[in-house]
């Protein structure tokens, strides 16, 4: 069986097993490891299985079809959606972005247990079936969290929510959405760290490190995760913590989906109440108040008052021209803190900031995202530096013309700080993989974005933000404000994340890698999204 299984894969995944038989020496999935009886030891039997027993390994629809088959036959059609049924395309179509919509699995399986995503793991692997894991869903390019001709793994099912009698942890799964974990623990006056727009999923923003309305305070979302409940790739169920799988651990806090399936998150929990927040909207004659806004909070006013939080992003709509919107947080229900006495002397044409829950400001900064469109979303970091927020505003508008006229065209640029109180947050637990430290922030991020309506406009906008991008970094390396680090959840599928961790810390995620998943399960046979080397489409626009 095992000789079937080995001459049928490819050259690639060939050598990725003979290098893994080195790392296997470190002892986690043996050299010997047999599927079959991996699954056996699950319960599985493969030979009672007509669809199984002669798998013919190899990529593509032929294989697929068998292990959809199996998964079917396991666990019946609400479970594991096939093209023809109707709910199949519910599911397609509930994606962001269009360009993920427009991926058609070969099946959609839904697991309720983590026993179930492990025997999906092995069933892949046996018939060399790819496959890919959805969250959220909110990863804007095709195959993130989607896959052509392969099994999509929601994780829809994998919903608790629970909080730990002594109200420090909590578990949650990797099926929410932001919104309802806030909404949940809110009820006992608690919060974990997460995201700040309702719809988001919660693994997709905590796999890649995750910004929240707290960070400054408690660090990203990956830095308050006590455990990670994750599927190997050899289907072993195992908890990382700082004392158990230690390395794994960390490759989880900013290493994505290259290291296993999350079935669980556990979460440090704190006391929250009501907060303040919304959005002030200022118009272009204020750019320059605006940015010197930004700056001062990044240099001093964000370290003198952790509670704080800030994000700008400059726009432009055919109604108003060019725009600035300001969003601002406050941990406590505290209107017009003083930290923000620069931002709020700024005049605003609009503002929505009051005293709310958290989940009714997530619910409130979703108002106006566009769910449905073609997406883009690019991110990379600098150190802070006012000159060059000024060029970055200034080139965006100046190559926006290229692209304006692009049907439902929504184009933006956003300038997020890396706070020194963020920077400090990242150092729990040993720190994180990201490769960011104190000593030399503040960092930020610049994350641009656009949504629009035809294909026709594709290669033109992909042009317009590598552009816009390609020139900013040129003049960050004049101004000596350049910086490699690049933020995994906002990243376009031309950008090498890992390469921006650090030399060191690619290295080390490789190694963890190696002696996980020695034979690059979630390297080859889960191609999508960003992997270990490499970006994960080469050709820049
Ligand atoms: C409107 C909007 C608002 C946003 N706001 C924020 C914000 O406030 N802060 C912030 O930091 N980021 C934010 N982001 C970025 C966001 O963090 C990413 O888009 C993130 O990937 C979304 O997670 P998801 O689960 O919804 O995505 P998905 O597309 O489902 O997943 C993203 C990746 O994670 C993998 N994955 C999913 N589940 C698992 C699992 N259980 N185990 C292993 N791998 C898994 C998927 O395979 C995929 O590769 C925002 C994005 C959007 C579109
Ligand atoms: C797989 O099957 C689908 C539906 O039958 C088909 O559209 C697609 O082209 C096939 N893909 C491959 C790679 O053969
Ligand atoms: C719970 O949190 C409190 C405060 O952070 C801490 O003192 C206590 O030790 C924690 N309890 C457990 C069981 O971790
Ligand atoms: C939450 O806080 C509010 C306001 O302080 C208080 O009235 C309420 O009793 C608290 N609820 C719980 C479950 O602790
Ligand atoms: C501000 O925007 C308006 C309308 O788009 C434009 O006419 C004006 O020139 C802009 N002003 C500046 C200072 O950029
Ligand atoms: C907060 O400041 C804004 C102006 O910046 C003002 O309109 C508003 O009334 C203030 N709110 C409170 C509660 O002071
Ligand atoms: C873009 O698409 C959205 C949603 O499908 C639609 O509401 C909008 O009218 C479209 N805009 C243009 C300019 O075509
Ligand atoms: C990679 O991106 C280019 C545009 O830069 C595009 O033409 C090409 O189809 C993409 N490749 C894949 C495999 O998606």
């Known amino acids: 069986m095992k000789i079937t299984l080995i001459a049928s894969i490819s050259t690639v995944l060939a050598t990725a097993c003979v290098q893994g038989i080195g790392a296997v020496a470190q002892g986690f999935e043996p050299p010997d490891f047999n599927v079959f009886q991996a699954l056996l030891d699950k319960g599985v039997d493969i030979t009672s299985l007509p669809q199984l027993s002669n798998p013919t390994g190899g990529h593509g629809n032929g294989s697929c079809s068998q292990a959809c088959g199996v998964l079917e036959l396991l666990y019946g059609s609400s479970d594991v959606l096939s093209r023809q049924s109707s709910a199949y395309d519910g599911f397609t179509s509930s994606y962001w972005s269009a360009q993920q919509g427009a991926v058609d699995p070969c099946c959609v399986f839904k697991p309720s247990t983590a026993l179930q995503v492990s025997i999906v793991v092995l069933i892949a692997r046996l018939t060399q079936c790819p496959f890919v894991v959805k969250g959220g869903g ?18 829809e099912r994998l919903n608790r929510i629970v909080v730990s009698p002594d109200r420090n942890v909590s578990d949650i799964g990797p099926g929410n959405h932001w919104v309802d974990v806030y909404s949940t623990l809110e009820k006992q006056n608690l919060t974990v760290i997460g995201g700040r727009i309702s719809g988001v999923g919660v693994p997709g923003l905590i ?15 990956c830095d308050n995760v006590a455990s990670y409940e994750v599927v190997t790739a050899s289907g072993a169920i195992v908890t990382a913590s700082s004392t158990s799988y230690p390395d ?38 204020s750019f320059p108040a605006v940015l010197d806004a930004i700056h001062n909070f990044a240099i001093t006013y964000s370290d003198q008052d952790p509670d704080a939080a800030q994000i700008v992003s400059f726009g432009y709509t055919e109604g108003c021209g060019a725009l600035a919107a300001i969003q601002i947080e406050y941990a406590k229900p505290i209107s017009n803190a003083s930290v923000f006495n620069e931002i709020n002397a ?74 020194e109180g963020q920077l400090k947050g ?39 933000n590598a552009k816009v991008i390609g020139l900013v970094k040129e003049k960050a390396k004049q101004l000596r404000a350049d910086n490699d680090f690049i933020y995994m959840n906002y990243a376009s599928q031309f950008q090498d994340v890992v390469a921006g961790y650090g030399a060191e810390n690619k290295a080390k995620l490789i190694e963890v890698s190696k002696k996980y998943d020695p034979t690059g399960v979630f390297q080859i046979l889960q191609p999508g999204y960003f992997k270990l080397e490499g970006a994960p489409n080469s050709t820049v626009p």
């Not at 707290?214 to 979302?221: L, P």
């Not at 669980?264 to 272009?284: P, S, V």
């Not at 610049?446 to 992909?462: H, K």
């Open 426 to 464: 990242m150092q729990k637990n040993g720190g994180n993989a990201l490769g960011l430290e104190p000593a030399g922030g503040p960092y930020f991020i610049m994350n641009m974005g656009s949504n629009w309506n035809e294909t026709a406009d594709d290669a033109r906008i992909l042009e317009f």
């Open 346 to 419: 700024i005049p605003a044409v609009q503002s929505t900031t009051g005293i709310h829950t958290l989940s009714e400001l997530t619910i409130m900064m979703n108002e106006g995202i566009v769910y449905g469109a073609r997406e883009t979303y690019w991110g990379v970091s600098f150190k802070v530096n006012r000159e060059l927020f000024t060029y970055l505003v200034d080139t965006f508008y100046k190559f926006l013309p290229r692209i304006i006229d692009a049907k439902g065209l929504l184009p933006v640029i956003s300038i997020q700080v890396i706070t």
């Open 248 to 285: 794994l651990y960390w490759a989880l806090r900013g290493g994505g989906n290259n290291f296993g399936i999350v079935t669980n998150f556990k979460l440090h929990t704190y006391a929250q109440g009501l907060m303040w927040g919304g959005q002030r909207i200022a118009l272009n004659e």
């Open 138 to 155: 909110h990863a804007a390019f095709a195959g993130a969290s989607s896959i052509e001709d392969g099994i999509t793994i929601s994780m």
């Open 207 to 221: 796999l890649g490190g995750g910004i929240s309305f707290f960070s400054n305070k408690y660090g990203w979302a």
